[in-house]
């Protein structure tokens, strides 16, 4: 059975660093590329990182310099480090496969306010 749990959220001031990370089970992890989503307060979900198998990276524009994916296949785990937080990046945090699948899970919070 696919399981994905998001962790690492939480309230930080602007200018605040989190690590989030994401722990999958339930299928070939490192047969797969992996990405980040974000979903804010009555919005849809965006993308916002993506990993392939051989740890390219690609980040949507807006967190280029601030974040950086990352993915370690003996633990089959997917980290997201965000840097440099600003109050637009408020939203909950999911990790996928590429293509996505379901269920998701349940994501984490990351809120930044002063």
């Known amino acids: 059975q696919v399981h994905l749990v998001e962790s690492g959220g939480g309230l930080v001031q602007p200018g605040g660093s989190l690590r989030l990370s994401c722990a999958a089970s339930g299928f070939a992890f490192s047969r797969n590329a992996w990405a980040w989503y974000r979903q804010a307060p009555g919005k849809q979900r965006e993308w916002v990182a993506t990993?392939?198998?051989?740890?390219?990276?690609n980040y949507t524009d807006s967190v280029k310099d601030r974040f950086t994916i990352s993915r370690d296949n003996t633990k089959s785990t997917v980290a997201l480090q965000i840097n440099s937080l600003k109050p637009e990046d408020t939203a909950v945090y999911y990790c996928n496969r590429l293509p996505t699948m379901r269920p998701w899970g349940q994501g984490t919070q990351v809120t930044v306010s002063s």
């Open positions: 990993i392939s198998i051989g740890g390219s990276t």
